[in-house]
């Protein structure tokens, strides 16, 4: 049999070319689109809780957040590991469940078991949030601002420029989920309260709040005709630069 096949190609050496041209140009042209990972994604079904706590040291941390979210989690079912990591001013969980799990139901029962977590964290501690959707594989780069000593630009200067520059910039690469900021100072505006003074005037730490909630909001009003034109009419209560 293989004589014969042999012999068959020996005799039609042109529809042999052609056949063999046909299958190279078919190669070069699929090749480039098979799914092939140098690295094969092993990691099990798992899903982050991540916690940001600044000014926590790594020892509060550990009893103040990590903790809490570990003692709710190991009631979840199907779960075969839960283990953290607890830094300076930030906390890591992370639930492993067995395989062949469905991570859409894994992540359904940790969020709902977060519920319970919040109410066992103090108030101003921090928010436990679960990670996004990806892999042990799926943090593929880390990165630093830094700024040179004599450019002004300070840590919250730094993370202002990341959250609003530079993490923009990075979002619409492709194959990019989620970029996640971690240090700097976030900017805020920090209204302290006299407690002599608001005695004297009667006032209360609630009606500062109510005070400013009202204050920093925008309300619109109606139209105002200037000849074939109509004028917005609106109140600015929020802070700007000019």
Do not use: C
Not at 86 to 111: M, N, P, W
Not at 133 to 145: D, M, P
Not at 175 to 203: C, K
Not at 212 to 220: A, C, K, R
């Amino acid at each position: 049999m293989f004589n014969r096949v042999v012999d068959w190609a020996v005799q039609n050496r042109l529809l042999v070319l052609i056949a063999l041209a046909v299958l190279i140009a078919t190669a070069a042209f699929q090749i480039p689109k098979l799914n092939l990972d140098a690295f094969p994604d092993v990691t099990n079904v798992q899903v982050a809780v991540n916690t940001e706590a600044p000014g926590l040291a790594a020892e509060e941390v550990e009893q103040l957040i990590t903790y809490p979210i570990e003692a709710v989690m190991y009631a979840l079912p199907d779960v075969e590991e839960v283990r953290s990591i607890s830094k300076t001013g930030l906390s890591g969980v992370t639930v492993v469940f067995k395989e062949g799990t469905d991570i859409y139901f894994a992540r359904q029962l940790v969020f709902e078991r977060l519920q319970a977590a919040r109410e066992l964290i103090p108030d101003g501690v921090g928010v436990p949030e679960m990670g996004p959707n990806t892999s042990g594989l799926g943090q593929v780069y880390q990165y630093l601002l830094i700024a040179d000593p004599d450019s002004g630009y300070d840590a919250m200067e730094l993370r202002s420029l990341h959250d609003w520059l530079v993490k923009l910039l990075l979002i619409p690469a492709e194959g990019v989920t989620e970029i996640l900021s971690f240090g700097g100072e976030v900017r805020q505006y920090q209204v302290n309260l006299n407690p002599a003074r608001m005695l004297s005037y009667d006032l209360s730490q609630n009606d500062v709040m109510e005070a400013l909630e009202n204050n920093n909001s925008n309300v619109g009003g109606w139209y105002m005709g200037r000849g074939q034109e109509q004028l917005v009419i609106r109140g600015m209560g929020w802070l700007g630069n000019g």
